[in-house]
């Protein structure tokens, strides 16, 4: 098995409703994002797939999300715009773009640069 890793990054704020504390204030961070995919076949030219299709869907997927207020998006309308959840959204939003073979391994989502959630499916 084959593993590849990407990383981009988006600007955005938010607060947790119902979060005892500061948290529960408005804010934002400067988020990274890490995709990890794996399959187990290499193409012709020996790649599992090209870094700059893989980091082409990355950027489209956090696009909606940079310089946003995360809660008024539809995806955090029901459910609070945490680390965790944006860690799934965006594995899922990921998983439906990759090419056939391959498959989201998981999707680490740091709001700081020593606190992540990691999502894997």
Known sequence: MYELVV????????RLRGYQGECEKLHGH???????VNGRELNSIGVLVDFRDLKRILTEVISE????????????REQNPTTENLARVV???V????PP???VSSVAVW????CCARYSG
Request: proline share 2%.
């Open 101 to 103: 073979g391959l498959r």
């Open 95 to 98: 998983a439906e773009r990759l």
């Open 65 to 76: 999300f940079d310089h946003q207020y995360l809660n008024d998006l539809e995806a955090f």
């Open 111 to 114: 709001e700081s640069p020593r």
């Open 30 to 36: 400067n988020w990274r994002v890490e995709l990890v």
């Open 7 to 14: 990383e981009s990054e988006f600007s955005a704020a938010h």
């Open 91 to 93: 594995y899922r939003a």
